[in-house]
């Protein structure tokens, strides 16, 4: 599938208020032992600890009226569940997050203090 450059400045747009603007900092260790700049995008640094929630605000905030009020269901053992918790959480609506019994507990933790 192609990428739309148009469809990736909309997203970005949509979730620019909801979302930190991480550093995106040149390693020079790397740089030098590859021979070429490398760049690192600190989404550690992201709420939720992770890029996920990105993608998962972006398809929230696309949600209709009754899809909201439906809410939504994710399954993941980690950082999924963190981002869509996470956005459930800010936009009001309802997740009900699915994670495997050996998901690490910290993620547990983290993703059932969002109210998910």
């Known amino acids: 599938m192609p990428v739309d450059l148009g469809a990736i400045r909309s997203a970005a ?3 620019q208020p909801s979302i930190h603007r991480t550093p995106l900092l040149t390693s020079r260790s790397l740089s030098e032992r590859i021979g070429v700049e490398v760049r690192l995008k600190c989404e550690n640094l992201q709420r939720a600890g992770s890029f996920k ?7 929230l905030l696309q949600l209709n009226d009754d899809q909201r009020r439906r809410g939504v269901v994710a399954f993941s053992s980690g950082n999924h569940a963190q981002g869509v918790a996470l956005a459930a959480h800010r936009l009001g609506i309802h997740a009900a997050i699915v994670m495997p019994a050996d998901a690490p507990r910290v993620k547990r933790r983290a993703t059932a203090a969002l109210a998910a």
């Open 53 to 59: 929630v990105r993608g998962a605000m972006n398809a």
């Open 13 to 15: 747009a949509r979730i």
